[in-house]
Structure formats: structure tokens, C-alpha cells
């Protein structure tokens, strides 16, 4: 998979791909996450990337010129299957559409920043809006590496154990069950006794029991 990220501050998004899951799957040749300078399209002599609203009002607006010339330069390379823009009045991102995304070949993933992009690169050019939830942020650039991140575990192989990803929160629409490790006590707290005991299939009954019971709890709506 090609995940090809526009972006005018490449340097934020330097480090998350750099670490444990993400920069395995790279290593394997599983991913290649690609953070492209929106920058070096623009025309400008200073580089500029955004100018006034139409209109008027407070926030500056990314161009349409870069962002075309920057796309379409990418595009006459290979095809993608889907040009994401991040926005927060995009589809909510959720474990399905992960689940989609990572079985696709190549995707773009561009970043906003001040009062958006202009709206033509969005009715022109983008195919699909992707929101990380209802709050506001500075710029695309950590919401493309959430919907990054979240892709990419799921790449077959990313995850050393295979079957890790499958049994997450959200992959079987429920909330994930708790989890325990060494010691079996501490300070008088026990690890459930069930976990000990060896027998596989009581354990995965526990373990479903103890999902059902926290998505009751915690995520009603996940059970509609
Ligand atoms: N004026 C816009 C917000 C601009 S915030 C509005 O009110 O909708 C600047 C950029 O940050 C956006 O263009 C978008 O790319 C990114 N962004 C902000 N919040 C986001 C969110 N919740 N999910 C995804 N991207 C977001």
C-alpha cells in the first residue's frame, strides 16, 4: 500500500511513522507512507500556499493552484483509489472504514490548515472527506497520521501476531475485554481466576462474556 500525504508542515509529521508498528511495516515493505511538501507546487516566489477569502472574513484559505498541480503530478504517476481530504465535517472515521482503506492499493491524504482549502479542490478533486471526531484541530497533519496509523495495523503482517488486530475494540463491534499480565497478584488485586486456568474455550467464553458486558456498559449504542 502507498500512502501519499500532502501536507505545508512536512516536519509534524516526520516522527509518527518512525516507530514500532508503523516503521516495521514499512521496513517489510508492507506500506509507503510518502509526506509530500505542498510548497514545492506553488508557483509563487515566496512559496505561498493560502491567501484571503473571497468575501472577506478572518482565516486565510489554501489555494486551489498547488494543490491541483501537486495532485495531479502524483496522479500521472500511478492511480489512487481514493484522494482523502481531512476535515472535521468529513464521514467520522470508525473501525469499518479503516477496514476499507487498508485494502486499498494507493490513497493521497491531504492535509487543511487555517480556514480550510478552497472549495473547488474539494468538489474537483477529493473523493472522500474524513473527519477524526467533532472537534477542531490546527491542521490535518495529525489527523492523517491517526488514519494512517489505524490503516496500517492492519496491513496482513504488520502486527506480529496476526490474530491481534482481529480481536481489537471495535472489529467485531464490540468493545475490547480487559487484559492482564505478570504478577497474578499484586497488592492483594487477583488476575480473574479463569485466566489461569488453561482451558481455552472457557477462557474465549469469559472473554466474549466480558466484552458484551463492557459494550452494555460503556458503548450501548455499539449494539443497536
Ligand atoms: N474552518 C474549518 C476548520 C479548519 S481547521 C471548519 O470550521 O470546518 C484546519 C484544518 O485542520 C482543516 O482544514 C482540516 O484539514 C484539519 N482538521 C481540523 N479538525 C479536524 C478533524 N476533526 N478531523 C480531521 N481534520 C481536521
Known sequence: MRIDIITVLPQLLESPFEHSILKRAADKGLVEVNVINLRDYSDHKQKSVDDYSFGGGAGMVMCIEPIANCINALKRERTYDEVIYTSPDGQRLDQKLSNRLSTLNNIIILCGHYKGVDQRVRDHFITREISIGDY?????????????????????????????????????????????????????????????????????????????????????????
Open 136 to 224: 477542531v484541530l490546527s491542521g490535518g497533519e495529525l489527523a492523517a497520521a491517526v488514519i494512517a496509523d489505524s490503516v496500517i495495523r492492519l496491513l496482513p503482517g504488520a502486527i506480529s501476531d496476526e490474530t491481534s488486530a482481529l480481536t481489537d475494540s471495535f472489529q467485531d463491534g464490540l468493545l475490547a475485554p480487559p487484559v492482564y499480565t505478570r504478577p497474578a497478584e499484586y497488592n492483594g488485586w487477583k488476575v480473574p481466576e479463569i485466566l489461569l486456568s488453561g482451558h481455552n474455550a472457557n477462557i474465549e467464553n469469559w472473554r466474549h462474556e466480558q466484552s458484551l458486558e463492557r459494550t452494555r456498559l460503556l458503548r450501548p449504542d455499539l449494539l443497536d
